[in-house]
């Protein structure tokens, strides 16, 4: 938009708009008037030149596991394992009904048997 032709100036064109937004132009308002402004030579060719890419553009690649992150949600998700056996075999032992009984020993079964994946190894 604003680079010189060898020698000459480019011509930028100021108006302000009904909202009062100063816009600047290398072409006119077409509705209105607009006041033409010298830009100083000096001040136009401040912006470096683009780097130029060796490569062409690669989206950027999944990150990799690691091991050691996996061993610690594996270790987290064991611990949540154990306390849940703690907390359910404590309500188990403060007395329940026949319905919620049958309901408690069930999922007492699937606890036991994550404690089993996640903190045994084992199940994967």
Sequence with gaps: MMTAVAGESPVVYRWTDADGVVHFSDQPPPDQSA??????PARLNRM???AHRTSPYRPPQP????????????ARRCQTVLE????????MRAGYNAKQGERM????REYKKDRLKW???RGK
Aim: charged letters at 45%; aromatic letters at 0%.
């Design 84 to 91: 849940r056996i703690d907390t359910l075999n404590a309500r």
């Design 48 to 50: 470096p030149p683009p």
């Design 119 to 121: 903190c045994m190894g």
């Design 63 to 74: 990150r990799k596991r690691h091991r050691k992150s996996r061993e610690n949600k594996d």
């Design 105 to 108: 020993r069930d999922q007492l």
């Design 35 to 40: 006041q033409v402004v010298e830009p100083d």
